[in-house]
Each structure stands twice: as C-alpha cells, then as structure tokens.
C-alpha cells in the first residue's frame, strides 16, 4: 500500500507523473508530487485518483529535474489534501514522502507544537519534515538532520525527501517498507517497487535495512545512520516489462491468472541447494503463518505435510500470533507473504525470533524484509503481480512449499527417494494441467454470469480442501463484493446450514480424494434444502455430476496438487462474476496489495 516514486532527470515532470501512475496497484486514496525548479518548492496533492489529479495541474508550472511523488492509503488522518504527501516543513523548503506508521509520532508532534511548529495535517508522517527543519535550525546539514530525526522515529519508514536547501539530491531512508533505486544515463530513481522505473532502468538496487541513500546526478550513495559507506550493487532486472503490464487483457488480475502455468514453471526451478538449506531449518515445532491468501497457503500445507511427510505444522494467522502464547523455543516459523513486507507478518516474525524462534521466508520479493529477518528464505518466482487479489502468487506459493516438503521428506527419510522421484514428476505436469483448466475459462466466464445475480455463497471443502473453499470465498467477496464464506462441510450443519433457501449458492471443492465420500453426504444436506450446488470435481467423477445443479472438472491429479488446480476455477469465477457486476477486479475497494499497517 502507498507509493513512492523520486528521480532527478529531465522531464522530471512527466516521470514522476507516469511512475505513479505505474504504482496505482499498491491502492490508495491520495496523490501528491513535489518538483524543485530553481530556488521554487512546487508542491501539488488531492485526493483521488491519478488522472484526475492531472487534469488540475497547471502543466505551465510543472518544471524542473528533481521530484518526489506519493500515492497514498489512509492509515493516520482520512483521505484528504490535507493528509496527502508530500508533506512540508513550517518553512516549505523540505518535502517529504513517506510509507510506514511512525509509532511515537503524537510524542514528537507535541514536543514540536511546543516548539512553534505549525501542523496541516493529521498524519504521522508530518513530523518527519519538522522535525528535519528543528535541527537545521540546531546548524546540522540537511543530511545530518534526517539522520538524527531517523533516529528519533520509531516504527516503518521508507522515505524521500528533497529541499531547496540542497536543490540537487534526492534523500532517502529505509526501516522495515519496501523501497528501491535505480540508475541509468536517464537519470537516478527511488522508488516502491520495481516496475515503477522499468521504463528507465534495468539496474536496480533493493534498498537495505535501515540505510540512508543519497541521489545525485549519475551517482547514488548508500550508508548507515553512522556515516559508514556501502557498495552498491545493482542487480540486472530480466523480466520483461510487460509482466508488470496488461499485455492487451482487460485487467492485470486475468492477465495474472492466465500467467499461473509460466508462474509454476519458474517456481519448480527453484534451486535445489535453496530447498535443503531451508528444509534442514525445520527442527522442533513448527509454525505456518501468514495473512489473507498467504494463510490459506499455511493451511493447505499443513494438511499436505501431515499427509506426505507425517510432519505436524501448525497454521497460524499472522495477527494473531503474537496473542497466541505459543511456545517458541527451539521452534520454527515459516513465514509466508507474497510482498515479504506484511505488517501483521513481520510482527510475527519479529515476536518469534524474540523468543529464539528460527525463521523461513517465503516471498516472491528478494531483499524484502521478511528474507532479511529470516534465517533462510524460499523466492517464490511469480514475476511481479499487479493485482490486488493474489493469483498466481497463492499458486507459486504452494508449489514452493510441497518442494520444501518434498526435500524435507527425502532428507529426514520420510519419504523414500523413488516416491520423491514419482512426486516430483507429477509436480512438473502442473502448468500443463492449469493450461487445461485455462482452456475451458468459457465455461466458468458462463457460470459467473448466472451466479454474479447471487448475494451470498458459501464455499465447502474438506481436508485440505477447506483451505481452497476459503480461498475461493476470499477471491468471490472481495472483488465482486458478493457475501462469501469459506466452511469445513462438516462443519456447516452446525450453524450456517440454518441460512439455506431455495437457490442459496453453494459451491463444493470434491476432487477425487480422500474425503471425496463424506462431502457427497454434505451436498445432499444442502440440496435437501434447496441450495443450488456448484462442484469442483475430477474429470469422470459421473456420481457427482449427476448430484450437482453445475460442475467444473479437473483434471485427475496426485492428491497433494488439488488444492492447486481447484484453485484456478475460483479464481476465474471471482473475476467474470466482478466484471459482470461492473467492479473493476484488479482495485476492490477498502483493500490494498501489500498491507503493511497493523
């Protein structure tokens, strides 16, 4: 969530116009750019979204080689201009954007209002300028003032900052959120993420923990709060920039799902000598923890690690953690988050490693915070998605874990080398099977149309399956905004079988598997009462096609590649069913890509 975009180049203007408009993704409410021509501080922010924004600029005062930019989510203060960044000090000579939560922010706000600095926003972010303005008023350089106010904040902060003090730098610092630079002959660039400078570079750097960075004309700086120097080692970018683009689909979520079988692919290279690294970390207990789709990854394996290694793991949502008063101690935490810069994550994470736990990160950002704190780390290889609702992200994950578990089995000799061998074949036919699935998306665009008129659905597995129906539930609810839970079947005449009425959506994930006989019984529960019954089933299975009003099949699979596989028609409903609704899938509402508040 929140964006940052920064560069000093010609044609500042209109790329750092166009690099916002290229982190749109991330979800926000506000926007807000900060150019320096000459001895002038131009400052303009509303909020809103991007295109409207430009339409009330005045492009003759849109001048100048150096800029920062900011896309906004509201955490602190509502959505207002007033709230959006950048934000300036009493003397508007300092412009500052700013990701994180500062978390003593009223401390040092007050200790500056008593002070006789003015404040025009109700943001926590404010008091970074202010207080970068109270020690250059003390004679410290602009640069020894950010590093004493970074010193003084507590919490997350990714920042940029440029002032008419020092007209030709671009400051920036990062603790805790996302935050990268880029070189080339175009110019230097910060930014959120990487395909916000793409279009200029390829040469990218992931900005360290807790490092101060200086950008100047053909030169970036990187150093510590103390002054240390360190090298700075950009990394070639290979993915192609249309990855990060809709590649002529009608949105990024589609154009992602039908990139799942390319996703896999990469995914199933991940390198050997990574997996046994990580696979000889899990000692002790073991925890899965994640958020939203992450969990439901967490879930899933923790039945598949029962099944095929025998090995208990317990899953874990992320916020709830640190309240769970687990024992810690010679335990480990797999750590899983597409961004790798999950709040609610991260603070599991800090709390386990402060109780001795080892961790494992599993992303699909490398140098995100999460591989920083981790012990070993597993990078997903999704390539860079844009939409909200995680896809191929969720797929890339359960891969990566069943090979974690896979290594884990051969190594701890639970699983005998020729069942590896058979698994890991069945493994490599997955893009194919999803490509099947693909090909029949008509099918389920068909469907979509008839149940997007439904208000509420109910998503019903068993086994590993529940994590599937959860998933679903999540994908349905919060795209096309039709209320949808996730149940164990089982589970559902306990209490929510009492809202079934004729024609009540209900849609159960029955692969050929293990619980496939006792999920028939559910069905006829609910068709006894009316419900219009959608299955997920493997291809052939005619006893339940003949009980289901609609079906969808898959094809026949090793039981552990289910919860993959019947994934994909859940996906594809939630996005025809939104764009029949008229929601735009690729920005629900109320939601971010990456949450990185509490």
Same mark, same amino acid.
């Given at each position: 969530?929140?964006?940052?975009?920064?560069?000093?180049?010609?044609?500042?203007?209109?790329?750092?116009?166009?690099?916002?408009?290229?982190?749109?993704?991330?979800?926000?409410?506000?926007?807000?750019?900060?150019?320096?021509?000459?001895?002038?501080?131009?400052?303009?922010?509303?909020?809103?979204?991007?295109?409207?924004?430009?339409?009330?600029?005045?492009?003759?005062?849109?001048?100048?080689?150096?800029?920062?930019?900011?896309?906004?989510?509201?955490?602190?203060?509502?959505?207002?201009?007033?709230?959006?960044?950048?934000?300036?000090?009493?003397?508007?000579?300092?412009?500052?954007?700013?990701?994180?939560?500062?978390?003593?922010?009223?401390?040092?706000?007050?200790?500056?209002?008593?002070?006789?600095?003015?404040?025009?926003?109700?943001?926590?972010?404010?008091?970074?300028?202010?207080?970068?303005?109270?020690?250059?008023?003390?004679?410290?350089?602009?640069?020894?003032?950010?590093?004493?106010?970074?010193?003084?904040?507590?919490?997350?902060?990714?920042?940029?900052?440029?002032?008419?003090?020092?007209?030709?730098?671009?400051?920036?610092?990062?603790?805790?959120?996302?935050?990268?630079?880029?070189? +080339?002959?175009?110019?230097?660039?910060?930014?959120?993420?990487?395909?916000?400078?793409?279009?200029?570079?390829?040469?990218?750097?992931?900005?360290?923990?807790?490092?101060?960075? @200086?950008?100047?004309?053909?030169?970036?700086?990187?150093?510590?709060?103390?002054?240390?120097?360190?090298?700075?080692?950009?990394?070639?970018?290979?993915?192609?920039?249309?990855?990060?683009?809709?590649?002529?689909?009608?949105?990024?979520?589609?154009?992602?799902?039908?990139?799942?079988?390319?996703?896999?692919?990469?995914?199933?290279?991940?390198?050997?000598?990574?997996?046994?690294?990580?696979?000889?970390?899990?000692?002790?207990?073991?925890?899965?923890?994640?958020?939203?789709?992450?969990?439901?990854?967490?879930?899933?394996?923790?039945?598949?690690?029962?099944?095929?290694?025998?090995?208990?793991?317990?899953?874990?949502?992320?916020?709830?953690?640190?309240?769970?008063?687990?024992?810690?101690? +010679?335990?480990?935490?797999?750590?899983?988050?597409?961004?790798?810069?999950?709040?609610?994550?991260?603070?599991?994470?800090?709390?386990?490693?402060?109780?001795?736990?080892?961790?494992?990160?599993?992303?699909?950002?490398?140098?995100?915070?999460?591989?920083?704190?981790?012990?070993?780390?597993?990078?997903?290889?999704?390539?860079?998605?844009?939409?909200?609702?995680?896809?191929?992200?969720?797929?890339?994950?359960?891969?990566?874990?069943?090979?974690?578990?896979?290594?884990?089995?051969?190594?701890?000799?639970?699983? +005998?080398?020729?069942?590896?061998?058979?698994?890991?074949?069945?493994?490599?036919?997955?893009?194919?099977?999803?490509?099947?699935?693909?090909?029949?998306?008509?099918?389920?665009?068909?469907?979509?149309?008839?149940?997007?008129?439904?208000?509420?659905? %109910? %998503?019903?597995?068993?086994?590993?399956?529940?994590?599937?129906?959860?998933?679903?539930?999540?994908?349905?609810?919060?795209?096309?905004?039709?209320?949808?839970?996730?149940?164990?079947?089982?589970?559902?005449?306990?209490?929510?079988?009492?809202?079934?009425?004729?024609?009540?959506?209900?849609?159960?994930?029955?692969?050929?598997?293990?619980?496939?006989?006792?999920?028939?019984?559910?069905?006829?529960?609910?068709?006894?009462?009316?419900?219009?019954?959608?299955?997920?089933?493997?291809?052939?299975?005619?006893?339940?096609?003949?009980?289901?009003?609609?079906?969808?099949?898959?094809?026949?699979?090793?039981?552990?590649?289910?919860?993959?596989?019947?994934?994909?028609?859940?996906?594809?409903?939630?996005?025809?069913?939104?764009? %029949?609704?008229?929601?735009?899938?690729?920005?629900?509402?109320?939601?971010?890509?990456?949450?990185? @508040?509490?």
């Amino acid at each position: 969530m929140c964006g940052i975009f920064g560069c000093l180049c010609e044609g500042a203007p209109k790329v750092l116009l166009e690099g916002l408009k290229r982190l749109e993704y991330r979800g926000y409410d506000s926007v807000g750019i900060a150019l320096i021509n000459g001895d002038e501080l131009f400052v303009e922010k509303n909020k809103g979204k991007i295109d409207e924004f430009i339409l009330g600029l005045d492009e003759a005062r849109l001048k100048g080689e150096i800029g920062v930019g900011h896309t906004r989510w509201a955490t602190h203060g509502a959505p207002s201009k007033e709230n959006a960044h950048p934000h300036l000090d009493c003397s508007k000579r300092i412009a500052v954007v700013h990701n994180g939560v500062l978390e003593n922010f009223l401390q040092i706000k007050e200790e500056l209002l008593k002070k006789g600095h003015i404040f025009s926003s109700r943001t926590d972010s404010e008091v970074i300028p202010h207080l970068v303005e109270e020690y250059l008023n003390e004679g410290l350089t602009l640069k020894e003032a950010l590093v004493k106010s970074m010193e003084r904040v507590k919490g997350s902060a990714a920042i940029a900052m440029i002032s008419t003090v020092e007209p030709e730098r671009i400051y920036c610092y990062r603790r805790e959120s996302p935050l990268i630079v880029g070189i +080339s002959e175009r110019g230097v660039f910060c930014a959120s993420d990487i395909p916000a400078i793409m279009p200029y570079t390829r040469r990218v750097m992931v900005v360290p923990d807790d490092r101060l960075v @200086v950008l100047e004309r053909g030169s970036i700086q990187i150093e510590d709060l103390r002054g240390v120097m360190y090298k700075t080692e950009f990394t070639e970018v290979t993915w192609d920039l249309e990855l990060a683009e809709k590649g002529g689909y009608p949105h990024f979520m589609i154009k992602e799902i039908f990139e799942q079988p390319r996703a896999i692919r990469d995914t199933l290279k991940i390198p050997t000598i990574f997996l046994d690294k990580a696979a000889r970390l899990l000692t002790g207990r073991i925890y899965l923890t994640g958020s939203g789709t992450s969990y439901h990854a967490c879930l899933s394996t923790s039945y598949t690690a029962s099944d095929l290694v025998g090995i208990e793991m317990r899953p874990m949502i992320s916020s709830e953690f640190a309240d769970a008063l687990l024992s810690l101690e +010679s335990s480990t935490v797999i750590a899983v988050s597409q961004s790798g810069e999950t709040a609610d994550t991260l603070n599991a994470v800090k709390h386990a490693k402060s109780k001795g736990a080892k961790i494992l990160g599993i992303t699909n950002t490398l140098g995100s915070s999460i591989t920083t704190l981790s012990d070993a780390y597993i990078c997903t290889q999704s390539g860079p998605e844009i939409g909200v609702a995680a896809t191929k992200t969720f797929l890339t994950q359960l891969v990566a874990l069943d090979l974690l578990l896979l290594r884990l089995g051969l190594i701890s000799g639970r699983l +005998s080398e020729s069942a590896h061998r058979s698994i890991t074949h069945e493994l490599e036919a997955l893009p194919g099977m999803v490509e099947q699935i693909l090909r029949r998306a008509d099918k389920i665009r068909d469907l979509a149309l008839k149940y997007s008129k439904k208000e509420n659905a %109910f %998503f019903l597995g068993r086994g590993a399956n529940v994590a599937t129906a959860l998933e679903g539930a999540l994908k349905l609810k919060e795209i096309s905004y039709i209320h949808a839970e996730g149940y164990p079947a089982g589970e559902s005449k306990h209490g929510p079988i009492s809202l079934i009425e004729p024609n009540f959506l209900c849609v159960f994930i029955a692969p050929r598997d293990r619980t496939r006989e006792r999920i028939i019984g559910n069905i006829m529960e609910m068709k006894a009462r009316g419900a219009e019954v959608f299955s997920v089933i493997t291809e052939g299975d005619d006893e339940l096609k003949e009980i289901s009003d609609e079906y969808f099949e898959v094809p026949r699979a090793n039981e552990i590649l289910y919860p993959i596989i019947c994934t994909v028609p859940l996906q594809l409903l939630a996005y025809y069913a939104a764009t %029949f609704r008229g929601f735009d899938p690729d920005r629900p509402r109320n939601l971010a890509k990456s949450v990185t @508040v509490l």
